[in-house]
């Protein structure tokens, strides 16, 4: 305290002091005087002054910039959020945000907001800055690019990527012969704008196909991972062949466009041959994230900015070379992973929806105001459609793929979304697209890009055979933590028995969030995946594997267990699944019993919110929406089972006896049915009791619940009840607490609502 007091004695004889200098120099200064000019705005009042400050600031191109940012990123996070809730992408909803913000809506009703907001010269500085942030963008898209996958599909993946080039392409020119005449021909050349038609009927949107795959859960099915490396393999074509067509457009003629193309060859041959085997060497030195220092992603980002300087002196874009030095970094995943954890939230969350806005500025969709455009514009998106989605599904057939399959391939295929932008931004900076063409180009990218989440739906209802979900039972495990995945396999196991061998089994896991790159959600799966697939190995089962970024654990937990028609629901759940730790310290410390402080002691050193953990809440919304059986296994530290324990509490616990012959065909030796309260146990209880004993005698024990002979062994014994004696025993501490790890069951109902 006396401390504080000297320290404030001494900042206000500080101040004083020099506050009274300082009024001396500036008083001394007036001497200076006669030499300063007259000024003109001296008889205008202080507050004009202040207004007139305020007013210049406003005006200023850096003000205008931020606030020009600020609307967008705002407008851009509310349709995100909108298009995420109707089923859609979010990056669509950024894409429509900026076309709202352009002069189709907000300078159609709002022209001088709009105009105050977005003044002609300042979306030069928009531009400049989106294009900073493509370059960033397509950088990441590049190192998104798994080669692995390429290798593993490469015969179906380049039939399948290369006739949804190939067509589309043909296609996009034959569609200019109808519009080039009278639309385009008094700004360009037949052959660039015919090039440019065909490229933009030629792309997909690989990102955005990528999410909607990680979303409907196929990222490890068959058909996705051929998805995954078709639009992967036709990004790679689709980049190299825009660089031809930009060299073509800018020289004039191809012949004229061969040093380019000749120049684009070296340069591609340089960075394969050079620069990724350098830094290949130089990543393994920096796999892991503790040791990439500043320095080296300074190095990085060099190499990012001299090949896109490369590409756009050659004559090819600067964005080429973004995406070149993207895929040419080091494949180790630690490296990548570290590397566009630096790049990709600052380029998707800040700098693409500038792009996306200057876009839709520059997107006059009032322009197409006559039938003959409407028709046009028509007629594009079905050209696209015939192309790219009837090419690719036509090609996945001729490879040996199902008509559902390759329908589903070629839907995903048609995707376009925000790499169309990309490529008809360029269009429209050289002068090919008129404007009335680029708006109708920005329709169809839109158009084809939303049909995708309806198209797949609707294949998927065509194809769907309910007579083949009763050949076989399923079995659905959900886990967060990897280790949890193992373990609920292995209650599987006890549970079912031989059986499982003859049922499908589908285990899923989900990461939180909607904004995970596809790089990174395929190594985590596979992370996540490994000790299950492992064990399942072991005990030679066949593992169906369902991943998704999600933001909505519960639903999608739900429609999985309702779309597979599932027999059985598994759930882990962590030891705080009955109850509070709070509530056990204080019970705890009135009943002093040593086995609950120990208990208490675990709950608190355990994770409270772990992913994958399912509290008491979220698995009774999940029971109510489901009609299938749901099993929730809490783990209380168990290492294996040695004792098979039933509790059982009344005739609505009958069902669990069903369970005994699944498990005494894994060898068991005795079951011991603890009966919670025997002279009340309810008369279809007791006659199926003495019904199981006379089939399996000398293998069940009964006793009552709690009594001296069936203390419970934390990590051997394994105890089975149904989910409402579960809830009625877990208010009686001195019982629950002693439990060892237990599965607790709700058998099937048929009353659920599955709003």
């Not at 593993?152 to 996009?172: R, Y």
């Not at 501490?733 to 709003?755: G, H, K, V």
């Amino acid at each position: 305290m006396q401390k504080n007091k000297r320290n404030y004695a001494i900042y206000i004889i500080m101040m004083a002091v020099f506050c009274s200098l300082i009024y001396l120099a500036i008083s001394n200064g007036e001497r200076f005087s006669h030499l300063q000019s007259v000024r003109s705005n001296t008889d205008i009042s202080p507050f004009t002054m202040f207004l007139n400050i305020i007013v210049e600031n406003l005006s200023h191109p850096l003000t205008i910039l931020l606030c020009q940012i600020i609307v967008i990123l705002f407008t851009v996070r509310i349709f995100s959020q909108i298009f995420k809730y109707i089923g859609q992408p979010g990056v669509i909803g950024e894409i429509v945000a900026g076309i709202v913000l352009g002069p189709s809506l907000l300078g159609y009703f709002f022209p001088e907001f709009s105009e105050t907001l977005f003044p002609l010269n300042s979306l030069h500085n928009l531009e400049l800055i989106s294009q900073i942030g493509l370059v960033l963008f397509m950088f990441v898209i590049g190192m998104e690019l798994d080669f692995g996958i390429l290798k593993n599909k490469i015969n179906e993946t380049l039939v399948i990527s290369h006739a949804g080039i190939v067509i589309p392409f043909f296609l996009g020119i034959v569609s200019s012969f109808w519009v080039y005449e009278e639309y385009a021909a008094a700004q360009t050349d037949f052959l660039p704008f015919a090039l440019f038609l065909g490229i933009s009927m030629s792309i997909t949107a690989f990102p955005v196909l990528a999410r909607i795959v990680q979303e409907r859960n196929m990222t490890h099915t068959p058909v996705g991972i051929l998805s995954l490396a078709s639009a992967a393999n036709d990004d790679v074509t689709a980049w190299c062949l825009l660089a031809v067509v930009i060299a073509i457009a800018k020289a004039g003629t191809f012949v004229s466009a061969l040093y380019t193309i000749g120049l684009t060859l070296i340069y591609i041959l340089l960075m394969f041959l050079v620069i990724r085997p350098f830094l290949k060497k130089i990543g393994t030195l920096y796999a892991n994230k503790e040791v990439i220092n500043k320095s080296f992603v300074g190095f990085i980002f060099l190499i990012l900015i001299i090949s896109s300087v490369t590409t756009e002196i050659i004559g090819i874009h600067a964005l080429f070379g973004a995406f070149m030095a993207g895929v040419v970094m080091p494949v180790n995943f630690g490296f990548r992973k570290v590397m566009m954890e630096k790049v990709e939230d600052i380029a998707t969350v800040l700098f693409l929806p500038l792009f996306f806005a200057y876009t839709g500025l520059n997107t006059q969709i009032g322009l197409i105001n006559s039938p003959t455009l409407w028709g046009i514009c028509i007629m594009f998106i079905l050209v696209s459609i015939t192309g790219k989605l009837g090419g690719c599904a036509l090609a996945a057939r001729s490879v040996g793929e199902n008509w559902k399959n390759s329908f589903i391939i070629g839907t995903l295929m048609n995707t376009r979304g925000l790499m169309e932008l990309v490529a008809l931004n360029i269009g429209r900076e050289m002068g090919i697209l008129p404007p009335e063409i680029f708006a109708i180009l920005v329709i169809m990218a839109l158009s084809t890009s939303f049909m995708t989440t309806p198209m797949l739906i609707g294949v998927e209802k065509l194809y769907h055979k309910k007579a083949n979900l009763s050949q076989y039972k399923r079995i659905v495990l959900s886990f967060g933590r990897p280790e949890s995945g193992k373990l609920l396999l292995l209650i599987a196991r006890i549970l079912f028995g031989k059986q499982l061998k003859q049922m499908k089994i589908i285990a899923s896991h989900y990461t939180l969030g909607t904004d995970l790159a596809p790089v990174k959600a395929l190594q985590y799966a596979k992370e996540s995946f490994a000790p299950i697939m492992r064990e399942a190995s072991k005990l030679h089962l066949k593992i169906d594997k369902r991943y998704k970024v999600t933001d909505k654990l519960n639903q999608e937990i739900i429609q999985l267990g309702n779309e597979e028609h599932t027999d059985l629901l598994l759930l882990g759940a962590g030891p705080r699944f009955m109850s509070e730790s709070c509530n056990l310290e204080n019970k705890s410390e009135h009943f002093n019993i040593p086995v609950i402080s120990h208990f208490v002691h675990f709950l608190k050193e355990s994770p409270l919110h772990l992913p994958g953990i399912l509290l008491r809440e979220k698995i009774e919304s999940i029971m109510s929406k489901v009609d299938c059986p749901v099993a929730v296994f809490e783990n209380r530290n168990f290492k294996g089972a040695s004792r098979y324990l039933f509790i059982l509490d009344g005739d609505k616990d009958k069902f669990l006896l069903d369970y005994l012959d699944t498990i005494f065909s894994n060898g068991v030796s005795k079951i011991t049915l603890l009966l919670v309260d025997k002279p009340l146990i309810g008369s279809l209880l007791e006659q199926k009791i003495i019904k199981v004993k006379e089939e399996y005698p000398n293998k069940i024990i009964t006793a009552p619940l709690m009594s001296e002979n069936t203390r419970f062994s934390t990590q051997k014994d394994i105890l089975f009840l149904s989910y409402d004696t579960c809830k009625y025993l877990s208010s009686d501490i001195r019982i629950y607490a002693e439990f060892p790890s237990f599965l607790a069951i709700r058998p099937a109902t048929e009353n659920s609502d599955r709003s």
